[in-house]
């Protein structure tokens, strides 16, 4: 990058805002999908929203493509840098603007700490409902960007359900407010677009969150099973009966053996674990808790504990929030997955994968979102064995096609990014692709935005709208269209 | 280019078949615009394949849903193909194990409730005129009701659709799961755009299961101002209604009506602690069947406006006493309708239009001021020819009119009744 425009860069956001040495740009050349590297040509922490615009200005009239970053915990390689480019770290603007608690509103800057949102409105009664695992370190900007979800999700739906408004700096510098405080404005819905959208079509610097108030309530069951099959039925029955949990989670042996070793939750050591959680007014959780309880014990549940009290609670939740990282003790290395499947499919699915995992040669742990169906086999191999990390991502690859095979999707909250922009095309057909690009084009018609992520093939936004041309390479099968 | 009314006729019924093609007559007009045919296609292809005949012979499309009343919006600037979705009725799959369902656009929001009922499930969502209402034009309208209070609304229930665009791209977006973060969330850019991007041929839901109970409370009150604080505190409260709805009239005595959902048993417990959250006011058990609903407010509305206005929850109470303030010299009479979510329906009736108009712009700068919206979606026609229906004056509306651009560069579909004139 021409010095000229570093020292432009270094004047908006000042010698502390800017980073340009070698050896410090590094730190931000990969996001939670580590095995992708790119060294950035500059990183710039603006500390306003104005500093942002001027940044976004200077890239756009230089056609230089900058990559927002939050705090780098995404999995996908959504906040991979771009060779030549500038990466926006948006960590500096981490201020909670308003917080109105009679509309149950809060107003905060993108580098907000998830789990801080939720400390401000507590002494209120209030939670930040979306609660990805990784809640303590990620940003709600790279939340509203991946539309991430958590736990709680099954209940009280994800990051799209609740951001109501977002002030946003577009691709090529002018800032626009969709939504706002007050629901259902006129217009078309770009908010809801932008949400998920992965940081393709701009930069979030103010965000109106909803907050919901604490429910009377919670009350968290453990219930070991004999089989994943057994814990699956389970959750399906819990569903049909009528009961909306929080949250249903599953953990299969390895995921709790590993789980166990990091922080001695004291699980059964079982081959299925369910955590389920009810929330809401006590006299319908009681009466509902009893109903799982019997539908666990129905689906062969072995041991059934209810957690006493607040502090057991937290322990049984720690093992399963910890699960990710704790799979370091199994194995050296490892894959995580994020595909969906429709609820009743879990049995089958899990099947299929067993017996994937072990044509493959390799384990697979499992510990997911049993509610939402979405699914996060860990596909564990060991890197410095030669051969082995190709083997563990083609397993990987070929679980997502299993999910999408069996009515579901590439992805459930991680988001497409790098990693699975070349899985697009199992899910979508070539006219659903174009038709998300043509949302592409009116936001940022020179692609500056996060280029090159999400989609398998960006159009040019001055080409006539047409159908999809197979490049003759492709048809010759000499190229894949990714 | 105007293709001649033979000519366009013939192309027609070569795409769908003689008997889905017919001239309009003057009940298809649309607030008053003529149309010159209307053509039914059967499935989703059909549908594109028409948008594509329409945008190669410079035409305008109206998409009709239930198609009674095609009010919403601001008069189209030409019609020239009413294209319906009547056939496109069937519900294609309820899966209802996994609680989701795949319906047609053309598909009555009753018809498919009653589908989703065999199974003790329901879309959540209760929209105006169930029995005529299509899928396609609640979503095109963004039409819902009490229940969003538990529930959301269409683009928090909304999974996936498939879209016909002017060109003749059939697009799918979204899926059939719950969690699906794969690419841009088109579902929600569809809801509520009013049929001006693309025609919505088929959406999946998610479901819930319909309640084993049911009970509503009505709470009254002389004035609202003693119920408004009810309604926060209830919302601050950890009672968990699926429906909560402030009903004001102007001589009449407001309402704050409440709906729960679930086992019978705990029910009573809620309504306990509802009225340790109301000491002093007034409670009677409401049946289910008489929760109060907007479809009267369209009775006898020839000199009524109706809006949709939305402010905070808060602002509940200065929004009733704004219309009061402004309807009095006015002469008007008015009724609101609201959620405690700060939506609401409001009716104005006037003995002359010029009080219709005055009292939108004053009512329009105050809730600007609440930083709220006011959209008129009923008015007399020589009320409607002299405003602006959605009022909306917003930073992102070259966004739009790019967005817009994009999809329908053409300007084939619902032209001029969108926002901004999109
Ligand atoms: C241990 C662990 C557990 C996790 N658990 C979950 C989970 O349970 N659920 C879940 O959903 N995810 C989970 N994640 C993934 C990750 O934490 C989320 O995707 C999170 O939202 C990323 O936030 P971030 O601030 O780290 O964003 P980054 O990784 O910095 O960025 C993510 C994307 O957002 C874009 N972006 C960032 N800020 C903005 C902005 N202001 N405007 C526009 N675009 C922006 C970036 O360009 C990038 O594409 C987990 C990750 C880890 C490491
Ligand atoms: C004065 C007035 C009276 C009304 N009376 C009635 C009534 O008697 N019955 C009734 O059902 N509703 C009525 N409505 C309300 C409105 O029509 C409802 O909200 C209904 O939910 C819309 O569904 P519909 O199928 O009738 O759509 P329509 O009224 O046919 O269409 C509404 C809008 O959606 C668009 N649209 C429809 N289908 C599609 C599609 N598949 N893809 C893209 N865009 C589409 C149309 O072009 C139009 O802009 C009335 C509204 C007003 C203002």
């Known amino acids: 990058m021409h010095p000229r425009i570093i020292d432009e860069l270094r004047a908006i956001v000042g010698t502390h805002g800017l980073i340009a040495e070698p050896e410090q740009l590094r730190t931000y050349e990969c996001d939670g999908l580590t095995n992708l590297r790119v060294v950035p040509s500059a990183v710039v922490l603006p500390a306003s929203g104005e500093h942002l615009q001027a940044v976004v200005r200077v890239c756009h009239r230089e056609r230089i493509p900058f990559v927002a970053r939050g705090s780098g915990t995404g999995l996908s390689g959504g906040a991979l840098p771009v060779e030549g480019g500038v990466v926006i770290s948006l960590s500096r603007l981490n201020r909670i603007l308003e917080v109105d608690i009679p509309n149950a509103r809060v107003v905060v800057e993108p580098g907000v700490i998830n789990l801080d949102v939720t400390e401000r409105v507590a002494p209120f009664g209030y939670f930040y409902a979306p609660d990805p695992s990784s809640q303590s370190v990620c940003t709600i900007g790279g939340n509203v960007a991946e539309n991430s979800g958590g736990a709680h999700c099954l209940k009280y739906g994800f990051t799209a359900n609740h951001v109501l408004g977002l002030k946003l700096v577009l691709p090529d510098g002018e800032i626009v407010q969709l939504g706002g405080k007050t629901l259902d404005p006129p217009g078309y819905d770009l908010m809801g677009v932008f949400v998920g959208s992965e940081g393709t079509l701009g930069i979030a610097t103010e965000i109106t969150l909803r907050v919901v108030k604490r429910p009377e309530v919670v009350q968290t069951l453990l219930a070991a099973f004999h089989s994943t099959d057994e814990a699956g039925a389970a959750v399906s029955e819990i569903i049909a009966a009528g009961i909306l949990p929080a949250a249903i989670e599953m953990m299969d042996a390895l995921s709790i053996q590993a789980a166990e070793a990091a922080v001695h939750a004291g699980y059964p050591q079982c081959d299925a674990l369910l955590l389920v959680e009810l929330d809401g007014p006590a006299a319908e959780v009681a009466l509902s808790m009893e109903r799982v309880t019997e539908i666990c014990r129905g689906c062969g549940a072995w041991e059934i504990r209810l957690a006493q009290s607040e502090a057991e609670r937290m322990v049984v939740w720690k093992g399963r929030k910890a699960a990710f990282a704790a799979m370091g003790r199994v194995a050296p290395d490892y894959i995580v997955q994020d595909g969906v499947i429709p609820r009743t499919a879990l049995p089958r699915v899990l099947r299929e994968i067993r017996q994937l995992s072990e044509a493959a040669g390799l384990r697979v742990a499992n510990v997911f979102h049993a509610g939402d169906g979405n699914l996060h086999p860990l596909v564990l191999y060991d890197r410095s064995v030669p051969g082995q990390e190709h083997i563990a991502e083609t397993l990987a690859f070929d679980i997502i096609k299993l999910c999408v095979q069996a009515g579901g999707s590439i992805t459930g909250e991680h988001g497409v990014g790098r990693e699975k922009q070349k899985y697009m095309s199992t899910m979508y057909a070539e006219p659903d692709l174009d038709t998300m690009q043509l949302v592409r084009c009116a936001f940022d018609p020179q692609h500056l935005a996060n280029p090159d992520k999400v989609f398998p093939r960006p159009r040019l936004c001055a080409e006539k709208q047409g159908r999809y041309e197979p490049h003759p390479l492709e048809q010759a099968g000499v190229a894949e269209l990714f | ?422």
């Open chain 2, 1 to 422: 280019m105007m293709v001649d009314a033979e000519t366009l006729q013939a192309d027609l019924r070569a795409l769908v078949g003689a008997e889905h093609v017919r001239p309009a007559t003057a009940a298809d007009a649309i607030d008053g615009v003529p149309a010159q045919v209307v053509v039914e296609p059967g499935d989703a292809a059909e549908v594109a394949a028409v948008l594509r005949l329409a945008r190669d012979a410079g035409l305008s499309v109206a998409p009709r849903g239930g198609g009674s009343k095609l009010g919403w919006g601001n008069p189209p600037r030409r019609v020239d193909l009413i294209l319906s979705t009547r056939r496109l009725d069937r519900v294609v799959e309820h899966a209802w194990a996994d609680m989701t369902a795949t319906v047609q656009a053309g598909c009555t929001v009753a018809q498919l409730q009653r589908v989703l009922a065999e199974h003790g499930q329901r879309l959540a969502l209760d929209p105006l005129w169930p029995a005529t209402a299509t899928i396609g034009g609640i979503l095109a309208t963004n039409d819902s009701g009490a229940l969003r209070a538990r529930f959301g609304t269409l683009r928090d229930l909304v999974l996936g659709v498939t879209i016909a665009l002017p060109d003749g791209t059939l697009a799918r977006s979204g899926g059939k799961v719950v969690k699906n973060v794969a690419g841009y969330d088109l579902p929600k850019l569809m809801t509520g755009a009013l049929g001006t991007l693309g025609v919505i041929t088929e959406a999946t839901f998610r479901l819930y299961p319909l309640p084993s109970h049911v009970s509503c409370v009505r709470l009254s009150a002389s004035e609202v101002s003693a119920l408004h604080p009810v309604l926060l505190r209830v919302l601050d409260s950890t009672l968990a209604p699926s429906g909560v709805q402030l009903h004001a009239r102007q001589g009449a005595a407001p309402a704050l009506d409440l709906r729960f959902e679930g086992i019978a048993a705990a029910l009573d417990a809620q309504l306990e602690q509802l009225a340790r959250l109301a000491p002093g006011i007034a409670s009677q058990p409401l049946a289910p069947e008489a929760w109060p609903t907007a479809e009267p407010l369209w009775d006898d509305a020839d000199l009524a406006l109706i809006c949709k206005a939305s402010v905070l929850p808060a602002q509940l109470d200065a929004l009733v006493q704004t219309i009061r303030r402004v309807s009095a010299p006015l002469r008007l009479s008015w009724e609101l309708l609201a959620q405690a979510a700060g939506v609401g329906w409001l009716r104005l009736a006037a003995t002359n239009e010029q009080a219709l108009l005055a009292a939108l712009s004053i009512l329009r700068a105050e809730v600007g001021r609440l930083h709220g919206s006011l959209a008129a979606l009923h008015a007399p026609s020589a009320v409607k020819a002299r405003l602006d229906v959605w009022g909306a004056d917003e930073s992102a509306l070259p966004l739009m009119r790019r967005v817009k651009e994009q999809f329908d560069p053409q300007r084939v579909l619902n032209p001029g009744r969108f926002v901004g004139g999109i």
